[in-house]
């Protein structure tokens, strides 16, 4: 398996994840939002069948939110904080059920480990798409916000994993 940055080459028509929303972001937006510098997408090829074959990826967005949505936030802080955002994350069909989705989950954190180092970030921030993924990124460590599927984990948290050493 290979994790790269999304490019023209890889062909985005034939992945679907079984979910049409992020299926569709993966075909039609991803890419141009990269282009515009709105986000960046990594995709993980399989390179036993061809490095065009998307088996899954993620897209990371730079975004900041009020320090009291994040449950338990110290010290205090008057002003917004800095966050990475877990835009979206997929795997095809055809590869779900293998681990991919966890190995997409330990390369977001180790990006998001490796950004802290050059600029301030509080937490990776994401917003599950329904309980049975928000009980999943919980075994991942997130935690909840109260009352929603928003979900954090502290860099702090992430640092711990000592993904990048």
Known sequence: MLIEPLSREHNRKLFDCGDDDITRFLREKALQDQERDLSRTMILSDLRKSTEQIAGFHTLIMSQVRQEEIPDDRPRIKRDIPVILLGQ????????GSGLGDLLLMDVQARVDEISKKIGIRALMLDARNERLANWYEKHDFVR???????FKSINAIRQLKLNE
């Not at 916000?145 to 979900?151: D, E």
């Open 89 to 96: 994350l997929g795997v095809d069909l055809n590869f779900q």
């Open 145 to 151: 916000f109260p009352t929603s599927l928003r979900m």
